[in-house]
């Protein structure tokens, strides 16, 4: 069974230092994995996704992460924080075999200190 | 183009009362989904609909039905709530030809079941 693991449920950093948020999956075969982020009283929007094109992901707002099997890893990283991260963030795993339905992390939330 | 919308966006129940949350896409995919969000749980799967006229249980079906009514709209049924049901529920909505298979997001609705 696929399953995911966010390490630290909540996260506060200062405005311009790096974000790093993690997450470990377990999946016995290829993943897909998503970050999704959630502002305050909001849906969930798509941040970036691993479809084994390439083991580094750009994503929007500036937005990052990179796919490591070895460790199987998938941490999201941003260099400079910025006050309008602040949000939830949630991590996922699917294969497209089980119908196309994600696991999801427990969620970690991002402080921004001025 | 709204992408998936959901009604209502606050719903508070009294024990043992019926209520449905509709979900509505427009981006002409096949699957939807529906997810329940509980603090430091991240999303789970109540219940989902790979295509038009198929559903299947998720992770939490338990005290819940649905209807895939149509192509474009999939709802959500508590025929007796029950306070363990107080969460806030999002629907979503992807194409399973994509790879991988992206889901979008609603709003939510929060509910309080008291």
């Given at each position: ?81 910025h006050m309008s991260d602040a949000a939830e963030y949630f991590c ?23 | ?114």
């Amino acid at each position: 069974a696929q399953s995911v693991t966010q390490l630290g449920s909540h996260v506060s950093v200062s405005e311009g230092a790096l974000v790093l948020l993690r997450c470990n999956y377990s999946s016995s075969v290829p993943p897909y994995l998503f970050w999704y982020v959630q502002y305050p009283n909001q849906g969930l929007q798509l941040l970036l996704k691993y479809t084994s094109a390439a083991t580094l992901v750009k994503g929007i707002n500036g937005f990052e992460a990179e796919f490591k099997k070895s460790e199987t890893s998938f941490h999201l990283t941003k260099p400079s924080a910025h006050m309008s991260d602040a949000a939830e963030y949630f991590c996922a795993v699917s294969d497209n075999n089980q119908g196309g339905k994600l696991i999801f992390g427990q969620g970690t939330e991002l402080s921004v200190k001025p | 183009n709204a992408g998936v919308t959901q009604t209502p966006k606050f719903q508070v129940l009294k024990t043992g009362q019926s209520m449905t949350l509709q979900c509505a896409q427009d981006m002409n995919h096949n699957s939807m989904y529906w997810y329940r969000q509980d603090p430091g749980m991240g999303l789970r799967l109540i219940y989902y609909s790979a295509s038009e006229g198929t559903t299947d249980k998720g992770e939490v079906p338990n005290g819940y039905n649905v209807s895939r009514l149509n192509k474009r709209e999939f709802s959500l049924r508590l025929e007796s709530a029950a306070p363990s049901q107080t969460s806030v529920y999002f629907c979503a909505s992807s194409e399973r030809s994509q790879e991988p298979n992206t889901q979008y997001f609603g709003p939510g609705t929060r509910l309080t079941v008291l």
